[in-house]
């Protein structure tokens, strides 16, 4: 719905789409696509597309067209944070810490308006050591910055934190070892 109130077209889920001047766009956005899924192009290269900058464009032409109706605010304001949620999961995967940082950042101000009051002075102090880290203890710094915290898993083609992996390993071993009592 969104995509066809920018482009002002409207997009079938299995038809052709208009091919005018934004048609082309979406012609190109469609490609792309495409060959994201099928893995013939790197995020990196698709990521670098004209047509993306212009979609981002229009996109945030349109939010700035939406943002003072109420409803939605509401949902841009639930896309802002599942954008962050994404972001921190993406950090936590893989294993970047200066985005792991400012989406913490980010998290901070829903933190303190939902009234997680606990949460969010533990997360502030958090941010203010983490940020002298560097200063205070360099060594560990540069290992967070190499992205140390984060292991791979081989079988699970994804990575997680140190210790989920300790506590997926502990509850895989009492599963496999579990027997019923006498």
């Not at 995509?3 to 001047?21: H, L, N, Q």
């Not at 190109?28 to 696509?33: A, G, P």
């Not at 936590?92 to 308006?113: C, K, S, Y």
Request: a neutral charge.
């Amino acid at each position: 719905m969104l995509m066809e109130d920018i482009f002002k077209i409207s997009i079938p889920i299995d038809g052709p789409v208009d091919t005018d001047a934004t048609g082309e766009v979406v012609e190109q956005l469609k490609y792309i696509y495409e060959q994201l899924l099928a893995f013939h192009k790197s995020p990196e290269i698709v990521f670098s597309q004209q047509c993306l900058e212009i979609l981002l464009d229009k996109f945030n032409a349109k939010r700035l067209q939406m943002k003072d109706l109420r409803t939605s605010q509401l949902w841009l304001q639930y896309m802002d944070m599942v954008d962050i949620l994404l972001k921190f999961l993406k950090a936590e995967r893989t294993g970047n810490w200066d985005l792991h940082l400012q989406a913490i950042t980010e998290m901070l101000p829903f933190l303190a308006v939902s009234g997680h009051n606990l949460y969010t002075k533990s997360v502030r102090i958090y941010l203010q050591d983490m940020r002298q880290l560097e200063k205070s203890q360099p060594r560990v710094h540069e290992s967070f910055k190499a992205g140390l915290p984060v292991v791979r898993v081989c079988n699970m083609g994804a990575s997680m934190c140190r210790d989920e992996r300790v506590h997926a390993a502990i509850n895989w071993n009492q599963v496999c070892h579990w027997r019923p009592a006498c």
